[in-house]
């Protein structure tokens, strides 16, 4: 393979959760990168020093773009003149619960023809095992007229960032390598090192693959187990937060996972279902995947009813005309992504049992047709806890709130027996 010198080492496809990071990432390890993204606000945005991603503040993107570290731009033949090109778009479902890829085939379509010998191309979608190789290789050849493994390397690498995540980042989480064949794995090994501060690779883009999901699976089915006994704490009056933090003081063979209102984000509710409907081409059922989905997401059905019990015993009210506070609508504590959030669905319930429904949350001012109101506990005949935000008081909340229903044990150590009841 021959190369010519590049405008740019990198090029990112898709300027979200993981791309931003992502050019940032490989900006500070002094690179240069080009993001490419179709929604022009966005990219104007980007190359105004703007970001939309907390993870990536915009006193740490100025300077990048500033410097001209990081462009932005919303055309795909900027490819050809970048060494690397990484694409990370959307991976969702669709309706039916079954994997939509189309974000993945259309970015291959663009960059396709604008291929050339010598590129590495790496996908960090998370997806299931097979599309490296037999869904964007095809596209990449036909569109390029070039050949995988003989003209360009291919491989896949999943994210594993966590939004809102201090501990670990994009630079210090171990990637995943795998490629469509050794000399791609090592292609993209070597591009990861020159930013990252460890690469494991493996022996093929399936196994890359497979290895993104194993990791979300592990933590939908662990979640479920503690959901389910949640219900069954629930039931039994045993205190469910006190039993996981009394098992969490083992200190091996044990992992602790809580308890909460539902799955919440772009990745733990969505990907499982990957895996299982590629199995069904192979006559497997994933059991323990349909499973963990199930319990997950009768959660905000649970939770509706603990609200509607609490309302019944703390005020003698029914859901039907209560005003109830939602406290915390983002997937998780901390950050401002409400993709997916389980509160989506508690609020809908709500409001479908006659309840009048408003919401709190400080990193999110808009939410299903709603905007945050002021926190007042006290304006409210139940106050739901389904996010617990670090910054909330909620030693205040308790004292000024009438039913408190917490889904996320925020409460502890300041319950009130009669007001304040916990998943
Ligand atoms: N968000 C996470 O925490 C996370 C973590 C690990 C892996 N992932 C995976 O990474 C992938 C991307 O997720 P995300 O959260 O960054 O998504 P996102 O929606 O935040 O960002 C994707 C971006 O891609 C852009 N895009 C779509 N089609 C494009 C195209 N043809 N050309 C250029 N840009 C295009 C969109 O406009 C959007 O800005 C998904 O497969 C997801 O499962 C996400």
Redo the contacts with the bound molecule.
């Keep these: 393979m021959t190369s010519t010198q590049s405008s740019w080492d990198i090029a990112v496809?898709?300027?979200?959760?993981?791309?931003m990071p992502h050019a940032q990432t490989f900006a500070e390890a002094g690179k240069r990168v080009v993001v490419?993204?179709?929604?022009d606000e966005?990219v104007n945005a980007i190359n105004r020093g703007e970001s939309h991603i907390q993870d990536v503040p915009s006193e740490r993107l100025k300077p990048l773009v500033d410097s001209g570290a990081i462009t932005a731009t919303t055309d795909?033949a900027v490819v050809r003149d970048a060494d690397a090109i990484v694409i990370?778009?959307?991976?969702p479902l669709s309706p039916q619960r079954e994997p939509d890829v189309s974000?993945i085939e259309?970015?291959a379509r663009?960059i396709a023809p604008h291929l050339r010998k010598g590129h590495l191309v790496v996908l960090?979608?998370?997806?299931y095992p097979g599309t490296t190789r037999d869904v964007l290789r095809p596209i990449l050849e036909e569109g390029s007229g070039l050949r995988a493994g003989t003209d360009f390397h291919l491989a896949f690498a999943?994210?594993?960032?966590?939004?809102g995540r201090q501990d670990f980042t994009t630079k210090t989480t171990p990637k995943i390598v795998g490629g469509i064949d050794e000399a791609s794995t090592q292609a993209a090994a070597s591009f990861y090192r020159g930013a990252l501060d460890a690469v494991h690779t493996v022996s093929t883009s399936e196994v890359a693959e497979l290895t993104k999901l194993l990791e979300n699976i592990f933590r939908s089915v662990n979640i479920a187990l503690v959901n389910e006994l949640a219900q069954l704490c629930d039931r039994m009056d045993i205190d469910v937060w006190e039993v996981v933090d009394a098992a969490a003081t083992k200190p091996f063979g044990f992992m602790s996972f809580k308890p909460g209102p539902g799955l919440g984000?772009?990745?733990i509710p969505l990907?499982p279902y990957y895996l299982s409907w590629k199995a069904r081409e192979f006559d497997f059922n994933t059991r323990f995947v349909e499973l963990a989905g199930e319990i997950n997401n009768n959660m905000p059905y649970f939770c509706r009813s603990v609200i509607s019990q609490a309302l019944n015993h703390g005020a003698q009210k029914p859901l039907r005309g209560s005003k109830i506070l939602i406290l915390g609508v983002a997937y998780k504590a901390d950050i401002n992504d409400v993709r997916e959030s389980p509160a989506e669905k508690i609020v809908e319930l709500l409001r479908t049992a006659g309840a009048d429904v408003a919401y709190h949350d400080p990193n999110v001012p808009e939410f299903d047709g709603l905007h945050s109101v002021p926190l007042e506990p006290e304006v409210y005949d139940c106050v739901a806890i389904v996010t617990a935000h670090s910054s909330i008081d909620y030693e205040d909340v308790v004292r000024r709130g009438k039913v408190i229903v917490d889904f996320r044990n925020a409460t502890r150590g300041h319950e009130v027996d009669g007001k304040v009841w916990k998943l």
């Design positions: 496809i898709g300027a979200g959760y993981v791309g490419v993204d179709v929604v966005m795909a990370a778009v959307p991976t974000y259309r970015a663009e960090e979608s998370t997806t999943p994210e594993r960032v966590d939004p984000g772009h990745c990907d």
